[in-house]
């Protein structure tokens, strides 16, 4: 069965996004029991009637799966820290392991996905350490997927390989700017008056 470790820059993008997105989850976490426990409780991240943490928190959406999404969070991302350190620490993992890690990733983009439409679309609210949250998982995402064709991992062409081995940062920020697009035309008066 073969295994692959990865590189320092690699190791360390998992643990700075696992590391921020578990933030993220904690700080929100933290804000949700403070509004369980008093419904007039404002999270320090809600600003104005667009960035409005409360607001998203108050929704259905914010338990998607019958408890407060952040709970979530907490657990995939302290699992991304510790594969980052392992890998810090020289591990090598078997094919199996990094295309689990992979799943969750994609797991993970999909939710944000939904999550990104429902608060432009539906909540008509952002939240600040939601919105971190998401850029860590669109990262992580990416160059988890970007290792895994460049392992032959994942079956890809072999000018995918290519791209990916120079250009794997051109995904996230393709992605990333597409979603700050929409949430820049979404709020365009709000932004602009």
Known sequence: MR???AGRAFALLLV?????????????????????EDPDFTPGCSLNPVV???????SDQASAFGFPNPMLGL??????????????????????????????????VGFVTWLQY?????INALCLWCCLAWIATIIMFWYVT???????????????KG????????????HLGIIGMLVLTRWWDFWTS
């Open 3 to 5: 295994t692959a470790g």
């Open 16 to 36: 700075i996004t696992g590391a921020a997105g578990l933030l993220a989850s904690w700080v929100i976490t933290i804000d949700k029991f403070k509004l369980l």
């Open 52 to 58: 409005s943490c409360g607001n998203i928190m108050k």
């Open 75 to 108: 657990v995939a991302y302290g699992i991304v820290i510790c594969v980052g350190a392992g890998l810090l620490a020289g591990a090598a993992f078997p094919r199996w392991y990094w295309l689990t890690l992979d799943a969750g990733t994609l797991f993970g």
């Open 118 to 122: 429902e608060s432009l679309y539906s």
């Open 146 to 160: 970007s290792f895994n064709v460049r392992n032959e991992f994942l079956p890809a062409p072999g000018w995918a």
């Open 163 to 174: 791209f990916l081995a120079e250009f794997t940062w051109v995904l996230p920020v393709l």
